[in-house]
């Protein structure tokens, strides 16, 4: 396509989804007459169909819609008929102005397909805003949404696939406008019964879990601090050790936690404001974005007595809401400008209700706890990183690096005391988030629609955010989760991907150090509970279970397995010894009588297991059975996989993740393919000229073992550019150093007791 025509038909296209449709109307005629570029020009017609219709020039809406028909392309065909099929329906002139004057607010969010929602649960009927709707506008999506970045063409079959050969070669922009992604845009229930009250009993044991879990993390970390710190003031000259280090912190660390979950709210308004430019957001503005959110928090606060939490802004443009407070009545709602503009009104409106979700049981306060001890973590970590990059001199800069990755580490431990309950909490909000709104199907389209949203910025801007990772606990829908499933929609359906989160067997064992639930498991949900209500769902997934073997899970898990069978190995090993003590046969009582001969035993059981899986893990590559980036969506639909089976792959694409002293663990890996996004597991080692921070940015082909698991991943074997470099990640090396380490270690403890 000339670059001139490109620039008119995005310019057309932008002014569809802001609402000038003279403008747009302008830029898009002379492409749609053009001859040069089918797709274009097709393209062009359909934002003409929708432009035309909402300006009331209905009649040149239904003379493209007709010329649409006879198009070679049954995705334009179908889309075609639907429009024709309720624009020649009835013809209104008096409801046609009356849209155009009030903005066509009815076309931006809503369908024939979204009924008023119950008022007991959300509003009353004198409280509703009158919406009008043109009767001659195709209310199919509608195709172009005024603030959602993905608009999509009428709901299709439950068969039907993601359109991918309608878009050709076009700019992600035009594929989010013109139908990349189907959304069935499935109905919200008009009146509908509460759902049966969930126990909450364990999610308040896990929110108790995990203060306390925190606290003694934070405990053993501070021990660990006072203790080097006077060790290494003992070795000085001229200095003497603090004697206040050398206190127990237990009962000051406790008195801190707990004044901080007090005063959090106003810690972390101070700490949102200076580093991620959060800012207050009026309900003004948010009922400008959407109502029915507004109408959502002030029915929902109304009937619980609470007072409207407090709402403010973050200047982001990946799709993120958060929660934070320590009681209703200081809650904070803080969303993203990305998620206003692009989910819809009643998505919008869902996301919210799942926060109130947070506030009604409470688990807000914990997390925003934990939030409150790990941002200065992750900004110290980020300070740190700067600074490494701006020392030139090798010398001084690996002490920079390896103090930051200990921070980092640090605050990967002090946000893996709330893997759980971040887990766990997501369950409980949907299902309220449900209940108040009467819509679990938006609730679907807008988790599906933030991650898209989410792997859309990280590809913009070429790695994962300070914002986006620090902020991951609390938010809907990971990042990491988000790599595959934002991306992979125009080359495979969103059942067919998340078909392995819904019928593995073993899935969830794949979730332990996950942030958030498996996407598939927590759509299943709000399916059911949409099936409840006599609704149709928003995706439609097979009920069969995938079959997988039993001895590839066990071969899977067989390090971790050989943990319990050291136990009984240990528990073997004592009462051989005390009966041959007993028989005075042989006397080496004295060397367990303490007990950490388990401690070897375990790790020789871990070392045992890891030896066991080390050639299913890493298989020999072999250029017969390597697979590219084309085959890489059957890779994803395979709801039987499990990281064991070790698919040998080789593909291509663009090497994404921060620069500098920030990755030195190569935590931001990403690759850029044809087929979407892929995290990287790459293990940096010593004495390799190029290094894989070297390749950021550049074109490369990376040669390694695909994993399905909760987050698919790819194991490197070999990172190579096109001039020739190549960079050897040694897995299996590391594996086996790992396996005679822990052989090793556990002889020695076990041997001299």
Same mark, same amino acid.
């Not at 003409?48 to 010329?67: C, D, F, H, W």
């Not at 929110?207 to 003031?233: C, D, H, P, Y």
């Not at 709602?333 to 979700?357: C, F, M, P």
């Not at 920030?662 to 080692?685: M, P, R, T, Y």
């Given at each position: 396509?000339?670059?001139?025509?490109?620039?008119?038909?995005?310019?057309?296209?932008?002014?569809?989804?802001?609402?000038?449709?003279?403008?747009?109307?302008?830029?898009?005629?002379?492409?749609?007459?053009?001859?040069?570029?089918?797709?274009?020009?097709?393209?062009?017609?359909?934002?003409?169909?929708?432009?035309?219709?909402?300006?009331?020039?209905?009649?040149?809406?239904?003379?493209?819609?007709?010329?649409?028909?006879?198009?070679?392309?049954?995705?334009?065909?179908?889309?075609?008929?639907?429009?024709?099929?309720?624009?020649?329906?009835?013809?209104?002139?008096?409801?046609?102005?009356?849209?155009?004057?009030?903005?066509?607010?009815?076309?931006?969010?809503?369908?024939?397909?979204?009924?008023?929602?119950?008022?007991?649960?959300?509003?009353?009927?004198?409280?509703?805003?009158?919406?009008?709707?043109?009767?001659?506008?195709?209310?199919?999506?509608?195709?172009?949404?005024?603030?959602?970045?993905?608009?999509?063409?009428?709901?299709?079959?439950?068969?039907?696939?993601?359109?991918?050969?309608?878009?050709?070669?076009?700019?992600?922009?035009?594929?989010?406008?013109?139908?990349?992604?189907?959304?069935?845009?499935?109905?919200?229930?008009?009146?509908?019964?509460?759902?049966?009250?969930?126990?909450?009993?364990?999610?308040?044991?896990?929110?108790?879990?995990?203060?306390?879990?925190?606290?003694?993390?934070?405990?053993?970390?501070?021990?660990?601090?006072?203790?080097?710190?006077?060790?290494? $003031?003992?070795? @000085? +000259?001229?200095?003497? =050790?603090?004697? #206040?280090? &050398?206190?127990?912190?237990?009962?000051?660390?406790? /008195? !801190?936690?707990?004044?901080?979950?007090?005063?959090?709210?106003?810690?972390?308004?101070?700490?949102?404001?200076?580093?991620?430019?959060?800012?207050?957001?009026?309900?003004?503005?948010?009922?400008?974005?959407?109502?029915?959110?507004?109408?959502?928090?002030?029915?929902?606060?109304?009937?619980?007595?609470?007072?409207?939490?407090? $709402?403010?802004? @973050? +200047?982001?443009?990946? =799709?993120?809401? #958060?929660? &934070?407070?320590?009681?209703?009545?200081?809650?904070? /709602? !803080?969303?993203?400008?990305?998620?206003?503009?692009?989910?819809?009104?009643?998505?919008?409106?869902?996301?919210?209700?799942?926060?109130?979700?947070?506030?009604?049981?409470?688990?807000?306060?914990?997390?925003?706890?934990?939030?409150?001890?790990?941002?200065?973590?992750?900004?110290?970590?980020?300070?740190?990183?700067?600074?490494?990059?701006?020392?030139?001199?090798?010398?001084?800069?690996?002490?920079?690096?390896?103090?930051?990755?200990?921070?980092?580490?640090?605050?990967?431990?002090?946000?893996?005391?709330?893997?759980?309950?971040?887990?766990?909490?997501?369950?409980?909000?949907?299902?309220?988030?449900?209940?108040?709104?009467?819509?679990?199907?938006?609730?679907?389209?807008?988790?599906?629609?933030?991650?898209?949203?989410?792997?859309?910025?990280?590809?913009?801007?070429?790695?994962?955010?300070?914002?986006?990772?620090?902020?991951?606990?609390?938010?809907?829908?990971?990042?990491?989760?988000?790599?595959?499933?934002?991306?992979?929609?125009?080359?495979?359906?969103?059942?067919?991907?998340?078909?392995?989160?819904?019928?593995?067997?073993?899935?969830?064992?794949?979730?332990?150090?996950?942030?958030?639930?498996?996407?598939?498991?927590?759509?299943?949900?709000?399916?059911?509970?949409?099936?409840?209500?006599?609704?149709?769902?928003?995706?439609?997934?097979?009920?069969?279970?995938?079959?997988?073997?039993?001895?590839?899970?066990?071969?899977?898990?067989?390090?971790?397995?050989?943990?319990?069978?050291?136990?009984?190995?240990?528990?073997?090993?004592?009462?051989?010894?005390?009966?041959?003590?007993?028989?005075?046969?042989?006397?080496?009582?004295?060397?367990?009588?303490?007990?950490?001969?388990?401690?070897?035993?375990?790790?020789?059981?871990?070392?045992?297991?890891?030896?066991?899986?080390?050639?299913?893990?890493?298989?020999?590559?072999?250029?017969?059975?390597?697979?590219?980036?084309?085959?890489?969506?059957?890779?994803?639909?395979?709801?039987?996989?499990?990281?064991?089976?070790?698919?040998?792959?080789?593909?291509?694409?663009?090497?994404?993740?921060?620069?500098?002293?920030?990755?030195?663990?190569?935590?931001?890996?990403?690759?850029?393919?044809?087929?979407?996004?892929?995290?990287?597991?790459?293990?940096?080692?010593?004495?390799?000229?190029?290094?894989?921070?070297?390749?950021?940015?550049?074109?490369?082909?990376?040669?390694?073992?695909?994993?399905?698991?909760?987050?698919?991943?790819?194991?490197?074997?070999?990172?190579?550019?096109?001039?020739?470099?190549?960079?050897?990640?040694?897995?299996?090396?590391?594996?086996?150093?790992?396996?005679?380490?822990?052989?090793?270690?556990?002889?020695?403890?076990?041997?001299?007791?």
């Amino acid at each position: 396509m000339p670059s001139h025509a490109k620039s008119s038909l995005e310019a057309g296209l932008v002014a569809l989804k802001q609402g000038n449709y003279q403008t747009a109307i302008a830029q898009l005629e002379p492409i749609a007459n053009s001859q040069s570029n089918a797709t274009a020009s097709l393209q062009a017609q359909v934002g003409l169909v929708m432009a035309y219709a909402r300006s009331g020039e209905v009649t040149k809406a239904i003379a493209i819609s007709q010329n649409l028909i006879e198009s070679n392309n049954p995705q334009v065909q179908e889309w075609a008929t639907r429009a024709l099929e309720h624009l020649t329906k009835r013809k209104k002139p008096d409801r046609e102005s009356k849209n155009v004057e009030t903005g066509f607010v009815a076309f931006e969010n809503s369908t024939p397909d979204s009924p008023p929602v119950t008022p007991t649960l959300e509003e009353k009927p004198e409280d509703r805003v009158k919406e009008t709707k043109s009767d001659d506008t195709p209310p199919m999506v509608p195709l172009v949404r005024l603030k959602a970045t993905v608009a999509t063409p009428p709901p299709p079959p439950p068969s039907a696939t993601p359109l991918s050969g309608f878009m050709g070669s076009v700019t992600r922009t035009q594929a989010k406008l013109f139908g990349v992604i189907y959304w069935r845009q499935a109905q919200r229930a008009k009146a509908w019964q509460p759902l049966r009250k969930p126990k909450l009993i364990p999610l308040r044991l896990l929110s108790a879990g995990t203060f306390i879990a925190l606290f003694w993390v934070m405990r053993e970390i501070l021990k660990l601090a006072m203790g080097s710190i006077n060790q290494t $003031l003992v070795k @000085l +000259p001229y200095l003497e =050790p603090l004697q #206040l280090l &050398y206190q127990d912190p237990t009962k000051l660390l406790l /008195i !801190v936690l707990v004044i901080s979950i007090g005063i959090s709210p106003w810690l972390l308004d101070l700490l949102l404001a200076k580093f991620y430019g959060q800012r207050e957001f009026s309900k003004d503005v948010l009922n400008a974005h959407s109502r029915e959110a507004v109408r959502v928090l002030q029915r929902c606060c109304q009937q619980r007595h609470w007072p409207l939490p407090k $709402l403010r802004i @973050l +200047p982001m443009a990946a =799709p993120i809401i #958060l929660t &934070y407070g320590s009681l209703p009545r200081n809650a904070r /709602i !803080v969303v993203s400008q990305g998620l206003l503009e692009q989910l819809a009104d009643d998505e919008i409106a869902t996301i919210y209700a799942t926060q109130l979700g947070h506030i009604a049981h409470w688990d807000f306060a914990v997390m925003s706890l934990l939030l409150l001890v790990t941002l200065p973590t992750h900004k110290l970590y980020q300070q740190l990183s700067r600074w490494g990059d701006k020392i030139s001199a090798k010398i001084w800069r690996w002490p920079v690096t390896i103090l930051a990755s200990l921070i980092y580490g640090v605050w990967c431990f002090l946000t893996g005391t709330a893997l759980w309950l971040s887990r766990l909490r997501l369950y409980y909000s949907d299902r309220v988030a449900s209940e108040i709104t009467g819509n679990p199907n938006a609730l679907i389209r807008a988790l599906l629609k933030i991650a898209i949203g989410i792997a859309a910025d990280i590809q913009k801007q070429e790695e994962t955010s300070w914002q986006l990772e620090s902020l991951n606990l609390l938010i809907p829908v990971s990042h990491q989760q988000s790599l595959s499933l934002g991306t992979i929609a125009s080359n495979l359906s969103f059942e067919s991907f998340l078909k392995w989160d819904t019928a593995n067997p073993y899935r969830r064992w794949f979730t332990i150090n996950n942030s958030h639930p498996l996407m598939g498991d927590r759509i299943e949900r709000l399916c059911q509970i949409a099936r409840h209500w006599h609704l149709d769902t928003e995706l439609h997934f097979a009920s069969e279970p995938s079959k997988v073997k039993r001895q590839s899970f066990l071969l899977q898990i067989a390090p971790w397995l050989g943990i319990p069978l050291g136990v009984l190995f240990a528990a073997l090993v004592w009462l051989t010894w005390q009966l041959a003590f007993a028989l005075k046969f042989l006397n080496l009582k004295w060397i367990y009588e303490d007990w950490s001969f388990i401690t070897g035993c375990l790790l020789i059981g871990f070392s045992i297991g890891t030896v066991m899986r080390i050639n299913s893990f890493f298989p020999d590559i072999k250029p017969a059975t390597l697979q590219t980036e084309d085959y890489l969506p059957t890779l994803l639909a395979d709801p039987s996989a499990l990281p064991i089976d070790s698919i040998s792959v080789r593909l291509e694409g663009k090497l994404l993740g921060r620069q500098g002293t920030s990755n030195s663990l190569a935590q931001d890996l990403i690759l850029q393919s044809s087929a979407g996004l892929v995290k990287l597991h790459h293990i940096s080692w010593l004495g390799q000229s190029v290094n894989h921070q070297d390749l950021i940015g550049r074109q490369i082909i990376v040669t390694g073992w695909f994993r399905r698991g909760a987050t698919p991943w790819i194991d490197i074997q070999t990172l190579e550019t096109q001039s020739g470099k190549t960079i050897y990640s040694p897995h299996p090396i590391w594996s086996t150093f790992l396996a005679v380490a822990a052989q090793a270690w556990g002889a020695y403890v076990f041997l001299t007791g």
